[in-house]
Antibody, heavy 119, light 106 residues
């Protein structure tokens, strides 16, 4: 079965950086687009970005460009989210998700990892 | 960006009830609409894609319909396991956007 397990969350000071990872199993990782999404406390879901199977095509939420970077390591079936210059409003549960083939919807999600930006 | 307006934001229901949730898109998205179920602390679960196609393993009491700008998720007979938050996702164009969610409560 498809499994996605996020890690790397925690408490970060404003202006700090954090790198999230997502370990994938149960499918041929190198053939699928992957996504990062987030949900701030009391808010709805927000798409962060998508990365192509080869890692050479990446789409970001415009407001996060320049601070957030998505990458992947197909040899280790993992996808990463590097976040810089973190703000209090970046506090959220961060999810990775698989993109369903031939679409851009997310068919499998991880449970998420919590990032709290606070001094 | 395409705005997704989901209603209601919450609803109270009983076992066996038929429940319907609506998502409206600010512009046409063809049939590029997905529905998800989310329980606290768990991974969101995909229920429906392409507005009306059931994901493998999803019970037949779940159904979706609509195209263009108005979409509906229906649960024909609410079961105990269905008490959760439901949200829609448009994937017609970037940025991918979501409805605000509907909490189905007892």
């Amino acid at each position: 079965e498809v499994q996605l397990v996020e890690s790397g969350g925690g408490l970060v000071q404003p202006g700090g950086s954090v790198r999230l990872s997502c370990a994938a199993s149960g499918f041929t990782f190198s053939k699928f687009w992957m996504s990062w999404l987030r949900q701030a406390p009391g808010k709805g879901l927000e798409w962060v970005g998508n990365i192509s199977p080869e890692g050479n095509g990446i789409y970001y939420l415009e407001s996060l460009k320049g601070r957030f970077t998505i990458s992947r390591d197909n040899a280790h079936n993992s996808v990463h989210l590097q976040m810089h210059s973190l703000k209090v409003e970046d506090t959220a549960v961060y999810f990775c998700a698989r993109v369903k083939a031939t679409t851009t919807m997310n068919d499998w999600w991880g449970q998420g990892t919590v990032v709290t930006v606070s001094s | 960006d395409i705005q997704m307006t989901q209603s209601p934001s919450s609803l109270s229901a009983s076992l066996g009830d038929r429940v319907s949730i609506t998502c409206r898109a600010s512009q046409g998205i063809n049939y590029h609409l997905a529905w998800f179920q989310h329980k606290p602390g768990k991974a969101p679960k995909s229920l429906i894609y392409a507005a009306s196609s059931l994901q493998t393993g999803v019970p037949l009491r779940f159904s979706g319909n609509g195209s263009g700008t108005e979409f509906t998720l229906s649960i024909s007979s609410l079961q105990a396991d269905d008490f959760a938050t439901y949200f829609c996702q448009q994937y017609n164009s970037y940025p991918i956007t979501f409805g605000g969610g509907t909490k189905v409560e007892f």
